[in-house]
T-cell receptor
Framework: AQSVTQPDIHITVSEGASLELRCNYS??????LFWYVQSPGQGLQLLLK????DTLVQGIKGFEAEFKRSQSSFNLRKPSVHWSDAAEYFC?????????????WGAGTKLIIKP | DAEITQSPRHKITETGRQVTLACHQT?????MFWYRQDLGHGLRLIHY???????NKGEVSDGYSVSRSNTEDLPLTLESAASSQTSVYFC??????????????FGPGTRLTVL
């Protein structure tokens, strides 16, 4: 069965430091992969997505993610975090559901920014 | 601007009561989804709809129902609320039928407490 693992429940990073959030997936075929961000008290917003092509994907707010098939990973990165990046981040993989698809979600990683 | 709204934002109810959570989108999207979010579980799909009069069960549909009488609305009903249904509920919509390339847009969520 398809699954998504985000190994880190919480990550604390100093403002201005670099960030990497890990995501591993289990899926037999070429996956559709997504990163969403959830700010406190808000719904989820798409940061970026990967379907095919260049394995380095650029997203909004200065985030990027790299698809590594050999490692079944889709890690999210940002070179320099800002206090406004404090949020919860979710990785998801698209999986077949009947004749359509659904998103399978990771449990999320909460990002804490130290001033 | 197009948006997706949920009401109420917070609800406290008692075990055994019927509860309906509203979701309204002005994107004119065909697809609508209901998720629940619980600590450590990420998002889990409850029900989804690919158009008017179309509804489908998701991963955790027991005890929930939906109906789609128009494009804009997908209300979620808890037939007889249970304490295990205490959660945060998110509604989402996307444009095309069965196409994961389309972004899901999320509402702000409804926090439901069942006492």
């Amino acid at each position: 069965a398809q699954s998504v693992t985000q190994p880190d429940i919480h990550i604390t990073v100093s403002e201005g430091a670099s960030l990497e959030l890990r995501c591993n997936y289990s899926y037999g075929a070429t996956p559709y992969l997504f990163w969403y961000v959830q700010s406190p008290g808000q719904g989820l917003q798409l940061l970026l997505k990967y379907f095919s092509g260049d394995t380095l994907v650029q997203g909004i707010k200065g985030f990027e993610a790299e698809f590594k098939r050999s490692q079944s990973s889709f890690n999210l990165r940002k070179p320099s975090v800002h206090w406004s990046d404090a949020a919860e981040y979710f990785c998801a993989v698209g999986a077949p559901m009947d004749s359509n698809y659904q998103l399978i979600w990771g449990a999320g990683t909460k990002l804490i920014i130290k001033p | 601007d197009a948006e997706i709204t949920q009401s109420p934002r917070h609800k406290i109810t008692e075990t055994g009561r019927q509860v309906t959570l509203a979701c309204h989108q002005t994107w004119n999207h065909n697809n609508m989804f209901w998720y629940r979010q619980d600590l450590g579980h990420g998002l889990r799909l409850i029900h989804y709809s690919y158009g008017v009069q179309d509804t489908n069960k998701g991963e955790v549909s027991d005890g929930y129902s939906v109906s789609r009488s128009n494009t804009e609305d997908l209300p979620l009903t808890l037939e007889s609320a249970a304490s295990s249904q205490t959660s945060v509920y998110f509604c989402a919509s996307s444009e095309s039928h069965g196409q994961l390339t389309d972004t899901q847009y999320f509402g702000p969520g409804t926090r439901l407490t069942v006492l």
